[in-house]
């Protein structure tokens, strides 16, 4: 078989070829874990862990094609439950029923047959569940509105009683809202921790695909493929992905072709506008900003500072005020008389940035949060793409 950058490594499906199996706490893979938990019956599994960091491609692995993922998304402006997925099944929201009875009349038997209707119910939808074990997955289900969380909630606690296998995937910080919406939920959840992936981990990624498609790459090589990837097993299958098109036919790994990868997979992400818009940042109301000139002969503002500060070596997920500050003082013009900067102007310009996004319609803690004077990045694409954003 002869294989290509495409076939072995995969951002948007399941990488079958470059998939790392990971230790878990303990002497179990997280793979191993999840078996287990669906062992169990009566239990409510929940997968929390940063975001991309593989949660879902867990369960594409170890469940297959019997996984049914839904997000909250497909529970938008619905109101029942079991509705929405029967829909995501295929399951006949109205149908009809054939009945026919026998009667005895003076020895003679008398049938008759009638029609009646039904519509989808929860039994229903168990009953495909179970008789094809099927197992339901529910990613980011904070994005349906809070009634639909919470019945959806008090559904799966009975659900689960009567064996139907569920999974609720979470990032950190919403993990505990599933029990919070139904407390009876507490003692019947199985929950598992996903950590942020090891560098050695992620080398694992581009050691096996190239291995396969007979691509020599240096130590180096690798070491920078993942800085880059910032954590992300998703990003890393993208940059490789793409090393394919600028590649020799030598396949011998260079660095100009991990930063072209790079430079193509921002060229596709959707985050020019929230940029442009941080970039902006809040209306002056007619005061002139303080201007900041930089050593590669730019001029920008606090806004643009900010953003420049943020995305030199190395990137960081998590970053402080003290670090934001110093890395903006590095990338400053020294030859230009001393420009006046301070952590204050950094505070101000990183809370008019929250501002920004709630205005624009994002979460807050979506793409990055703002907490205590430190900078975490919810969503590594979106540090990816401060990187390597072309200019225009």
Partial sequence: MEYTFSSVFSSATFPEYTYVNRKSSGDFTYEERLRMALEQRGHLIVIDGPSKIGKTVLCEAVIGRNLIAMTGNDFKGEKDFWTVVAKKVDIPLMGEVQNENTVHDQGEQIGTRYTSQYQTNKERVMEYFLNNNKVLLLDDFH????????????????????????????????????????????????????????????????????????????????????????????????????????????????????????????????????????????????????????????????????????????????????????????????????????TQTIRGTMNSMLVILEESGYEADRVFEWNENVLTFREPLFLFYLRWRRDE
């Fill in 143 to 342: 994005y349906a509105d809070e009634k639909m969380q919470h019945d959806a909630a008090c559904q799966l606690k009975e659900a689960i009683r009567y064996n139907l296998k569920a999974i609720v995937v979470s990032l950190p910080h919403r993990v505990d809202e599933t029990v919070k919406n139904n407390p009876d939920l507490q003692g019947r959840i199985m929950n598992i921790t996903m950590q942020p992936w090891k560098s050695k981990e992620l080398a694992e990624i581009p050691e096996r695909g190239f291995h396969m498609l007979g691509v020599y790459a240096t130590q180096d090589l690798i070491e920078r493929l993942v800085m880059e990837c910032i954590d992300s097993p998703q990003t890393m299958q993208s940059i490789c992905e793409s090393i394919g098109y600028y590649i020799d036919e030598d396949k011998v790994l260079k660095e100009e072709d991990i930063v072209k990868s790079c430079y193509l997979r921002a060229d596709f992400l959707t985050y020019q506008e929230l940029y442009a818009k941080l970039l902006a940042g809040l209306s002056s109301r007619g005061q002139k900003r303080a201007v900041y000139y930089l050593a590669d002969g730019s001029e920008v503002d606090r806004y643009g500072l900010v953003l420049e500060a943020l995305k030199i070596d190395p990137p960081l997920k998590s970053i402080s005020i003290s670090e934001i500050y110093e890395r903006a003082k590095k990338i400053l013009d020294k030859t230009k008389e001393m420009q006046k900067l301070t």
